[in-house]
């Protein structure tokens, strides 16, 4: 089987190891990713106003926001994915409780 790859089910704590065959999917409740170390970030915007055109310029600001992490950490933008594991990416999600306010979730390895 190995240890390439795992999946994490926070819901109950429980966790899986993958060999070098396993492929990448989106499976909801779980995060998963490499064996080895891997970081998971979380970012909070806040006071940022009217967000109504933020679907239009979403797939731009994903990369951007990776963009300026990476530099920032002094990492290469391969390290850093976004929560379903696309590589050079950060999730990006309106708080729908607080006007203004965006949540980036991202991996990095």
């Not at 731009?60 to 050079?88: C, F, Y």
């Amino acid at each position: 089987v190995g240890c390439a790859h795992f999946s994490f089910y926070p819901k109950d704590g429980s966790c899986k190891m993958y060999g070098l065959d396993a492929i990448w999917l989106t499976t909801e409740g779980a995060m998963s990713g490499p064996a080895r170390c891997v970081a998971q970030v979380r970012l909070t915007l806040e006071d940022l106003g009217d967000m109504t055109n933020l679907e239009d310029e979403r797939q731009v600001l994903q990369v951007e926001i990776a963009m300026e992490l990476a530099k920032s950490a002094s990492i290469p933008i391969h390290d850093i994915r976004d929560m379903q594991g696309q590589v050079g990416k950060v999730t990006m999600t309106k708080d729908q409780g607080v006007l203004g306010k965006l949540i980036l979730d991202s991996f990095i390895d």
